[in-house]
């Protein structure tokens, strides 16, 4: 069955600190890996879309990784700040004719002052 | 320019009642998709339209979902005889051709039925 699990569920930080978020699937045959990031009462935003040959790229202070071998990606936040308070959706899309997408339950973070 | 819109945002009905979400993609992008979130968990798949036509409805839970983009460009996801179960965020997104581009979300609409 095609599965989006991350972790943690939910994380706390302080602001200027730095996390990294994990998220591992099962999801075949893989097309590509994205992070999204969801402000409460908001549509999700992408920050990151990875294929099959990228391991790491970057959007400013958001770094996502990718092993296709351990089927594994994390996406690290660098001088967190208060804006980066929401919930972080790893998506996989199955490469089938239609590209459907699998998401993750998120992980919620907060960032405290 | 304008993102995804959806309307209304938020929906408050009877169960048994029968109500329409209503879905303005980018102007141009061809393919549409339909998500359903609850709370707490991402969003799950519902149906996928490339331009007029369902590409893939294998995510509608049953048949009192139906969804229509008779024009190639808004859509209305209609759901009939609600239940206090189909209450959640109904997610609309848009890409340019297909689902290999990015998708970029509505602010959702959220329906509850009590």
């Known amino acids: 069955k095609n599965q989006v699990e991350q972790s943690p569920q939910s994380l706390i930080i302080l602001e200027g600190k730095n996390c990294t978020l994990q998220?591992?699937?099962?999801?075949?045959?893989?097309?590509?890996l994205r992070w999204y990031k969801q402000d409460t009462g908001r549509g999700p935003v992408s920050l990151t879309i990875?294929?099959?040959?990228?391991n790491t790229k970057s959007n400013g202070r958001y770094t996502a990784t990718l092993d296709a071998d351990t089927k594994q990606s994390s996406l690290h936040i660098t001088a967190s700040q208060l804006s980066d308070s929401a919930s972080y959706i790893c998506?996989?899309?199955?490469?089938?004719?239609?590209?459907?997408?699998?998401f993750g339950t998120g992980t919620r973070l907060q960032v405290f002052p | 320019g304008a993102g995804v819109s959806q309307t209304p945002s938020n929906k408050v009905t009877e169960k048994g009642k029968y109500v329409e979400l209503r879905c303005d993609p980018i102007?141009?992008?061809?393919?549409l998709y339909w998500y359903r979130q609850s709370l707490g968990q991402g969003p799950e798949f519902l149906i996928y339209f490339q331009g007029t036509g369902a590409a893939d409805d294998s995510g509608l839970p049953n048949d009192r979902f139906f969804a229509v983009r008779p024009e190639g460009s808004v859509s209305t996801l209609k759901i009939q005889r609600t239940e206090r179960g189909d209450s959640a965020v109904y997610l609309c997104?848009?890409?340019?051709?297909?689902?290999?581009?990015?998708?970029?979300f509505g602010p959702g609409t959220r329906l509850t039925v009590l």
């Open positions: 998220c591992n699937y099962t999801v075949s045959p893989f097309s590509n």
């Open positions: 990875m294929t099959f040959s990228e």
């Open positions: 102007s141009g992008h061809t393919a």
């Open positions: 997104a848009s890409s340019p051709l297909s689902g290999v581009d990015e998708q970029f």
């Open positions: 998506v996989v899309s199955a490469r089938t004719n239609t590209d459907k997408l699998i």
